[in-house]
């Protein structure tokens, strides 16, 4: 499910598009808009996943979208594509081996939206039986529009996403796809980022399921790593 990879950040783009100041960055390609703060760029790894990074290395995680042809035949709406996936990916962390994962926070209730879009939510850590490489974290979001569903994740390591979850949430938050809300404004952004690192902290549990009263409870020892996220395999949900 995860790879990791060390030393420098190691790209593979069929291209690249840097944008350097904020900016309102609009993709027609893959239908969505985002607001991306100073010094962030997005780079074009396929025609149907692009990444989003910090040039300055500050928030060193990797943020991506994904997007996916829906299969009509298997899902019937858009909204059965985002709850299957979320139960495909909560699924291939439970029963992963090595690494191990742990969903520490999951939401797939009516409240969460992408935009106006129904969306799902999870957050997890993992565990590599490799000691010296540690632990690391993914925040991840589903949702679908149309004939196409969307994968949205940071990943980093479990450090950088403890100090960091509401940069990165908000960001990903703060796309929208298809139709819909306007773009996030830098101002309201900023407000998001705050309300984020409230409302994630207190619903994260331990591997054993106690309540965790922050983030900062989940900081390892991986910082450093450049961790490469694979494909969520799909399910049918009937």
Sequence with gaps: MTRVFFGEFFFILICAAALFADTTLVD??????MYLPDNWV???YSDTQHYFIDTTYIYPAQLSLKRYTIDTAMYKTADDWTRAYFLAYKLSVLYSVDPSGVVLYSNGDTTVKQGPLPATEAYSVFFSSDTSIGSWAEYIRFTAYGKYGYELYAISDTADMS???GMYAALLQGIVI????HIISPRMFLRNVYKIEKDLAPLLCDPLGR???GLAALRGRATGMYLQKNSTPAILLR
């Excluded at 027609?28 to 808009?33: G, I, K, L, P, V």
């Excluded at 298809?178 to 809300?181: K, R, T, Y």
């Design 163 to 165: 100090k960091n979850i």
């Design 28 to 33: 027609n390609a893959c239908n969505y808009r």
């Design 178 to 181: 298809g139709p819909g809300d």
């Design 42 to 44: 997005r780079e074009v």
């Design 211 to 213: 309540r965790i009263r």
